[in-house]
């Protein structure tokens, strides 16, 4: 069964800087792999999506994320965060060629400060 | 209006009593989910649909109940409430495998 590690509960990242959420998947298979943002009080929105080609898959709101099959891992970067970004973020893998829901990770909280 | 509407926003309910989460959607898809969020424990899938003739059960279907009315609707019933299933709840639909999901804004249920 897929199954999704991130590794990072919590991060704080000061306004204008860079950022990586980390995102860890186990599969057999080619995986779909996704990023999604939970702002407060509201609901999930698709930031960027992997299915195949390139590696390097650009997103919304300035979000990047690179598939790297060696590692088993779609880390999701920015370079330079906003006050907005402050959020939880959620990694989700589904199964290419398999008919089965997305299985989601416990999310990273996202904090920006001045 | 909203691709995905969930109703209530917001319940608060005693221990024991039957409720119902309710999903709609204007996106035309075949398939439809129920997530619960805890903090911590990221999103976990309670039950989902295929189409309107296919349910099938998710990680943590124990204490919930779902019903397929058409293609639009998908309601969540817990049967009878216990405080533990206080979370957020989500209802979420796409239009086919590795299709991003569409999530509603959630249900907050409380149990006390």
């Known amino acids: 069964a897929q199954s999704v590690t991130q590794p990072d509960i919590h991060i704080t990242v000061s306004e204008g800087a860079s950022l990586e959420l980390r995102c860890n998947y186990s599969?057999?298979?080619?995986?779909?792999l996704f990023w999604y943002v939970q702002s407060p009080g509201q609901g999930l929105q698709l930031l960027l999506k992997?299915?195949?080609?390139?590696?390097l898959v650009q997103g919304i709101k300035g979000f990047e994320a690179e598939f790297k099959r060696s590692q088993s891992s779609f880390n999701l970067r920015k370079p330079s965060v906003h006050w907005s970004d402050a959020a939880e973020y959620f990694c989700?893998?589904?199964?290419?060629?398999?008919?089965?829901?997305?299985?989601f990770g416990k999310g990273t909280r996202l904090s920006v400060i001045a | 209006d909203a691709d995905v509407t969930q109703t209530p926003r917001n319940r608060i309910t005693k221990t024991g009593k039957r409720i119902m989460l309710e999903c709609s959607q204007t996106?035309?898809?075949?398939?439809m989910y129920w997530y619960r969020q805890d903090p911590g424990l990221g999103l976990r899938l309670i039950y989902y649909?295929?189409?309107?003739?296919?349910?099938n059960k998710g990680e943590i279907s124990d204490g919930y109940s779902v019903s397929r009315q058409a293609q639009a609707k998908f309601s969540l019933s817990l049967e009878s409430a216990i405080p533990n299933q206080t979370a957020l709840y989500f209802c979420?639909?796409?239009?086919?495998?590795?299709?991003?999901?569409?999530f509603g804004s959630g249900t907050r249920l409380t149990v006390v």
């Open positions: 599969y057999g298979a080619t995986p779909y």
């Open positions: 979420a639909t796409s239009a086919g495998q590795g299709a991003p999901y569409t």
């Open positions: 992997y299915f195949s080609g390139d590696t």
């Open positions: 649909s295929f189409d309107v003739k296919d349910i």
């Open positions: 989700a893998v589904g199964p290419y060629g398999g008919n089965t829901p997305l299985v």
């Open positions: 996106k035309g898809h075949d398939r």
